[in-house]
């Protein structure tokens, strides 16, 4: 490990959490906006998505590179959630099946804002990690004067 002492390594890894936070933003955004959507382009019922997130940390260890600063999280994808849709009576809807069901995604809104919730405050927490770095640089160049 390097001797030097530097903040930018924190900063590097709160900013890829803020990067990744609001990736999994998006994705929460798109499942709410796509709750009532009866069929995609493909013909399919809409299917929530969930994020996936790994440490960028087991990667370098696993390469060697601990001392290049690579560190952090990134999104390692945006998987289905295999939850089978919701049926809703809507005999008169044009998707209906014979017996009047409609196949309708299963999302629950209240959970998606709880998602939303706690990517939003989890991006907050980021946030301040890299106000903080930059005020105790500020305050290390400050000792020189």
Do not use: C, W
Request: proline letters at 5%; hydrophobic letters at 40%.
């Amino acid at each position: 490990m390097s001797d030097n002492i530097s903040m930018i390594p924190s900063m590097a890894i709160s900013a890829s959490a803020l990067d990744a936070e609001m990736k999994r933003m998006e994705v929460i955004a798109n499942n709410i906006a796509n709750a009532n959507t009866v069929s995609g382009p493909d013909g399919k019922v809409f299917q929530r998505k969930e994020i996936v997130f790994a440490t960028k940390l087991a990667d370098a260890i696993k390469y060697g590179d601990v001392e290049g600063g690579i560190a952090g999280v990134e999104v390692k994808g945006i998987i289905n959630d295999n939850r089978a849709p919701r049926t809703v009576y809507k005999p008169g809807h044009p998707n209906a099946d014979k017996n009047g069901y409609v196949s309708m995604p299963d999302i629950n809104p209240v959970e998606e804002m709880v998602d939303m919730m706690s990517a939003t405050r989890s991006y907050e927490a980021n946030l301040a990690a890299i106000k903080s770095a930059k005020s105790m640089a500020q305050a290390a160049l400050g000792i020189g004067k």
